[in-house]
Antibody, heavy 123, light 112 residues
Framework: QVQLVESGGGLVKPGGSLRLSCAASGFTFSDYYMNWIRQAPGKGLEWLSYISDSGSTINYADSVKGRFTISRDNAKNSLYLQVNSLRAEDTAVYYC????????????????WGQGTLVTVSS | QSVLTQPPSVSGAPGQRVTISCTGSSSNIGAGYDVHWYQHLPGTAPKLLIYGNSNRPSGVPARFSGSKSGTLASLAISGLQAEDEADYYCQSYDSSLSAPVVFGGGTKLTVL
């Protein structure tokens, strides 16, 4: 069955960095666009970034552009998010999500999500 | 503040029917972009509930239904059950924003 498992979260000081990982299994990872989405405490979902199946196309939300970097390793079935220059407002649960492939709908929905990894930015 | 507006909360008794609205504008839902709905229980992975405005993925009960008309999308849940208590989010696209994905602010459903 499809599984997405995030890791790498933790407590970090303002200005610090983390590398979040998402391990994928149960499907052909290299066939799918992947996304990072977060939820701050008491807030709704916020889309952060996507990366195409080959890794050649990437997009970011304005709120993280220049600070966050998405990448993937299809040989390792893994998705990554390098988060730098962290701020208190980056405190959130970070989810990876798989985008439906070959969908006639726009935008394409996210059919599988991980359970998230918590990033806490505090001094 | 999201461009897709959802009520912060709705409630209903077991067995009742509730509707959650997702109100957009001419640059998103009204422009014909599709709407998807997710169910999110705290501490768990969000779950795709409705895709393409009104389609249910395999395994989602028929009690859940979606619709779209003009600038409004709606999620209806009939025969409410205690396990339906969760947060619900709509998702679409807005041509006036740089981000390719926009979520509604979310609605907390309480089963009384």
């Amino acid at each position: 069955q499809v599984q997405l498992v995030e890791s790498g979260g933790g407590l970090v000081k303002p200005g610090g960095s983390l590398r979040l990982s998402c391990a994928a299994s149960g499907f052909t990872f290299s066939d799918y666009y992947m996304n990072w989405i977060r939820q701050a405490p008491g807030k709704g979902l916020e889309w952060l970034s996507y990366i195409s199946d080959s890794g050649s196309t990437i997009n970011y939300a304005d709120s993280v552009k220049g600070r966050f970097t998405i990448s993937r390793d299809n040989a390792k079935n893994s998705l990554y998010l390098q988060v730098n220059s962290l701020r208190a407002e980056d405190t959130a649960v970070y989810y990876c999500a798989r985008e439906v492939v070959s969908s006639n709908y726009y935008p394409r929905p996210f059919d599988y999500w991980g359970q998230g990894t918590l990033v806490t930015v505090s001094s | 503040q999201s461009v897709l507006t959802q009520p912060p909360s709705v409630s209903g008794a077991p067995g009742q029917r509730v509707t959650i609205s997702c109100t957009g504008s001419s640059s998103n839902i009204g422009a014909g972009y599709d709407v998807h709905w997710y169910q999110h229980l705290p501490g768990t992975a969000p779950k795709l509930l409705i895709y393409g405005n009104s389609n249910r993925p395999s395994g989602v009960p028929a009690r859940f239904s979606g619709s779209k008309s003009g600038t409004l999308a709606s999620l209806a849940i009939s025969g409410l059950q205690a396990e339906d208590e969760a947060d619900y989010y709509c998702q679409s696209y807005d041509s006036s924003l740089s981000a390719p994905v926009v979520f509604g602010g979310g609605t907390k459903l309480t089963v009384l």
